[in-house]
């Protein structure tokens, strides 16, 4: 079992007084302690790792984030800030110790300035309803994962979520423009806002993707962009995964950027195909999914590059969507990839690496290895376009000993991933899933010096402590100049 | 003064550690072209990297690049041409605008999160690093992000090092996403426009889904001394395959009215001199604005008030605003720029060392704020050894 901080006694031993001041902040139903209401929020979607917290605190504005956060700081209290629990890498894992500050109640939709191109909304928006909020206007918010109905913005800014068109229009780092942010002091800071390109240290995009470890989001400025005019999409099927991966690379080598690329294996396309009887090749070992968007002349244009490109590498089969319904159709098999592979297998993992794309070919033949050698199967779905797999491990949890087995087996696919010049998380986070994993692509010098960022932000390390970084180290330790051994670093390369 | 040019991270870390023990401080350069961007620094050594250039692996079917600081731009751009990519954030290289000798790096670019006209679409220089390794203030080397498109591993140290001035650590190998060059491009250009109908046409044209670029308006005396040679222009670039421009091209004009176009050749240079700011008033100081973008116009009207001499025109459809002031008076303007733009940041860009030294060149920031990045520099480069001064005083 994953090793979580030590639970601070005095803080348990407190809990009735800290939950009874808490209340003087938020008032009313926002402070929810008793062991039945609190258990709702023990996981989030990596559901393997399960805490009840200590207390869930649910703010409804900025002033009383600011309280709570300053209350915990001054009497050592730990943090889990959480959107809408859709993590799979548990970034949201609640201690048992710890306040979980759920930041649901921030739903409103604050602005939306067209002629700005962009929109202001609170953390508890859902990713999907800012582009509701603007289709009107013709536009839309550009990353979309795959929980997109129901993860939130706040969720998406702590994770830098990704999705489908992110290798055209960029993850959620590149589709932010402003925050609002408390830090654990309880100082309420902006970063960014309605212009360009925020002037001194870019402290926006760390705090993006930090994973709740700097501060808590309590506002969020997007960039929305004109939907485009029209979208088509082709299915491509491959005698094996390699041509597939081969026709990707000459896709971008040939300057085409698809909207998106999407590539499934053999397993995932007989679990989708049989889920949602999307029409798929069942020959097929590998199947290619492409969108070209934009207006008509250059989705046609481009639909014929992509098909001349795809029987040039051997496709068996290539057909692009003529109308709507049938490019939604083509989708529909891939977006239920996840839950199709749930009816195969009682229990899958969802693994999230990024590797070179050169690569895919030989990754996925060791991960058949793997599988020899776990005695478990894999389906495959990635972001064929910017090379990020999602293995799914299938296991039954009520086997004992398959999860252990399954678990073992998804950190060997991300040891792979790192080995071939990849690295452990494309989307997901680091969170506690791959924490004791981070050595594999960091030494201790590149641990230490994102930890120091941390202490920047968070000296005592009260913010979501136990994700991130497999060990916490204390910031007076790390701040120190270490002259190692009372020598300088390289003392045997000559100075001048 | 010592000046040191190491070839090597290893090397770099060397010295860096003999300047940690000594307290000595290092102004950090190398093709020394961005010089004159920011406060002047004052350091007890000179550290040349020019000797840490060129590309270390370039694979264009991934998109990734890496690279070693000093690589000049110019070669970058060559190496990238060849097999038909670019960099998307097109930087500037600023040469006449700071009246610098010298040659444009990647890591000056990089430094200075430099992008050109098509950031409104395509983002900024910040948008497309992936990865690095770099000397901090201790001496250690390390890294952060990774060399693939898509990586969320870790902390993004690498947004943080982008627009920091060499304040924070010493790069000395980045990688980046890399683009596909379009295979055609045309700008339309409409004639005639006040600046407040200009920045209203062009939020419209960028919200209109026919992908617009790039959007610049030029006041008539900036059109004058632009190679359009008449103003005020109003200018949107097309970028695509070639049926895909034609076709987008026909469908602004219908919205916007017919306009003259500039061919492919035209057009790249036409906002190559929007990049260099060769169409501003070659005296007075200048100031670079980043705005709210509708407000750009009122925000030169409210200036223009002040100062009937005051020069402007408007990238990014109205969110930069290059503004030049013939007197400025002893704040070099900053008192009633800064005032008058109400959010956003102002940076001085052009003004003589004496003025750079005693008027903040960056947008000063609220208490808090500042606090925290003080604390980022100090867990960075503890002891304050990098670029002294470079962006505030102190740091």
């Known amino acids: 079992m994953l090793a979580m901080p030590e639970p601070d006694r005095v803080v348990l031993d407190r809990r009735a007084e800290i939950v009874a001041a808490l209340k003087e902040f938020v008032p009313g139903e926002g402070v929810i302690d008793t062991e039945c209401e609190r258990r709702a929020y023990e996981c989030d979607a990596l559901t393997a790792y399960r805490q009840t917290p200590m207390v869930v605190v649910l703010p409804e504005d900025t002033r009383q984030v600011v309280a709570v956060l300053r209350y915990c700081k001054e009497n050592g209290i730990k943090v889990v800030p959480r959107g809408a629990g859709t993590s799979l890498s548990g970034g949201a894992l609640p201690l048992e110790d710890g306040v979980l500050l759920g930041m649901g109640k921030f739903k409103r939709i604050l602005d939306i300035d067209a002629p700005n191109r962009c929109a202001v909304v609170q953390p508890g928006v859902t990713n999907l309803a800012i582009s509701h909020a603007v289709q009107g206007q013709g536009l839309y918010y550009a990353p979309d994962p795959s929980s997109q109905i129901a993860c939130t913005i706040g969720g998406n800014v702590a994770e830098n979520s990704g999705g489908v068109h992110c290798l055209k229009y960029g993850l959620t780092t590149n589709n932010v423009i402003g925050v609002e942010f408390v830090t654990i002091d309880g100082e309420v800071i902006r970063l960014g806002g309605k212009f360009l390109d925020a002037g001194g240290y870019d402290l926006l995009g760390v705090l993006v993707g930090s994973e709740g470890l700097l501060g808590v989001v309590t506002e969020v400025t997007v960039r929305v962009l004109p939907t485009p005019p029209g979208a088509r999409a082709l299915l491509i099927g491959f005698p094996s995964v390699q041509g597939a991966g081969d026709c990707v690379a000459a896709v971008i080598g040939a300057g085409i950027i698809p909207g998106g690329m999407e590539i499934m294996d053999r397993l995932a396309i007989e679990a989708a195909e049989a889920f949602v009887h999307a029409g798929y090749p069942l020959d097929a070992e590998a199947l290619l999914i492409v969108e070209l968007d934009g207006c008509g002349a250059e989705v046609d244009h481009l639909i014929a590059a992509v098909e001349k490109i795809a029987s040039d590498h051997g496709a068996t089969t290539v057909r692009a969507s003529q109308t709507e319904e049938e490019r939604l159709l083509f989708w529909a098999g891939r977006k239920a990839a996840f839950p199709a592979v749930g009816r195969i297998s009682p229990d899958y993992l969802c693994m999230d690496g990024t590797i070179p794309r050169r690569e895919i070919g030989a990754v996925l033949l060791r991960m058949k290895q793997l599988e020899e050698k776990y005695g478990l199967r894999v389906a495959n779905v990635f972001h064929a376009g910017d090379g990020n797999l999602h293995p799914l491990i299938l296991y039954d949890a009520n086997k004992p000993g398959e999860l252990d087995r399954a678990e073992k087996f998804g950190q060997d696919i991300l040891r792979l991933c790192v080995e071939v010049g990849g690295v452990l998380t494309g989307e997901h986070g680091v969170g506690v899933e791959k924490r004791d994993l981070m050595d594999v692509m960091f030494d201790e010098v590149d641990l230490e010096q994102q930890q120091r960022l941390k202490c920047a932000f968070d000296e005592t390390s009260l913010l979501n402590p136990g994700k991130v970084f497999p060990q916490l180290c204390r910031c007076a330790e790390l701040g120190r100049m270490h002259v190692r051994g009372g020598k300088l670093p390289f003392p045997d390369l000559p100075r001048f | ?395």
């Not at chain 2, 097109?90 to 950031?119: D, H, V, Y």
């Not at chain 2, 308006?217 to 900036?222: N, Q, S, T, V, Y």
């Not at chain 2, 190559?272 to 670079?288: I, K, M, N, Q, T």
């Open chain 2, 1 to 395: 003064m010592t000046l040191h040019r190491p070839s090597s991270a290893q090397e770099v870390a060397v010295i860096v550690a003999a300047a940690a023990a000594e307290k000595r401080t290092l102004e950090i350069f190398a093709g020394a072209s961005k010089r004159g961007f920011g406060r002047p620094v004052r350091a007890d050594a000179k550290l040349d990297l020019s000797k840490l250039a060129g590309i270390v692996n370039y694979e264009a079917p991934e998109l990734v690049l890496t690279a070693r600081p000093a690589t000049p731009l110019a070669e970058l751009e060559h190496v990238l041409r060849e097999k038909g990519q670019m960099l998307a954030f097109a930087p500037p290289k600023w040469l006449s605008l700071l009246g610098i000798e010298g040659t444009p790096t990647l890591g000056g670019a990089l430094a200075c999160n430099l992008s050109g006209p098509r950031r409104v679409r395509a983002g900024a220089a910040r948008d497309f690093i992936l990865g690095f390794s770099a000397v901090n203030g201790r001496g250690e080397i390390f890294k952060a992000g990774g060399k693939v498109v898509k990586n969320v591993t870790g902390f993004d140290l690498s947004k943080l090092m982008v627009g920091s001035f060499g304040t924070l650590s010493i790069l000395t190998e980045v990688t980046l996403k890399v683009m596909p060059r379009p295979e055609s491009e045309c700008t339309l250009l409409l004639q005639g426009l006040t600046d407040a109908k200009a920045i209203d046409v062009m939020a419209r044209a960028l919200n209109t889904p026919h992908e617009i670029l790039s959007a610049a308006h030029l006041p008539e005396g900036a059109a004058r001394r632009s190679c359009v040679g008449v103003g005020p222009v109003t200018a949107l670039r097309l970028e695509g395959p070639a049926p895909s421009v034609a076709s987008r091209a026909a469908e602004v004009e219908k919205v916007f009215g017919a306009a003259a176009r500039l061919d492919a050749e035209a057009s790249a240079r036409f906002w190559d001199e929007v990049a260099e700011v060769r169409a501003l008033l070659p005296e007075g100081v200048v100031w670079r604005l980043c705005p709210t973008p509708s407000f750009s116009a009122r925000l030169v009207e409210t200036i223009r008030q002040i100062l009937p001499g005051a020069e402007a025109f408007y990238d990014w459809a109205g969110g930069l605003v290059w503004l030049s002031l013939p007197e400025a008076g002893s704040d070099a303007g900053a008192g009633f720029v800064r005032a008058a733009l109400q959010d956003g940041h102002a940076t001085l860009m052009v003004a003589p060392d004496s003025l750079r030294e005693t008027v903040d060149v960056f947008q000063p920031v609220p208490r808090a704020l500042a606090a925290l990045e003080a604390r980022v520099k100090q867990n960075l480069d503890p002891l304050g050894l990098f670029n002294p001064g470079r962006m505030r005083k102190g740091f």
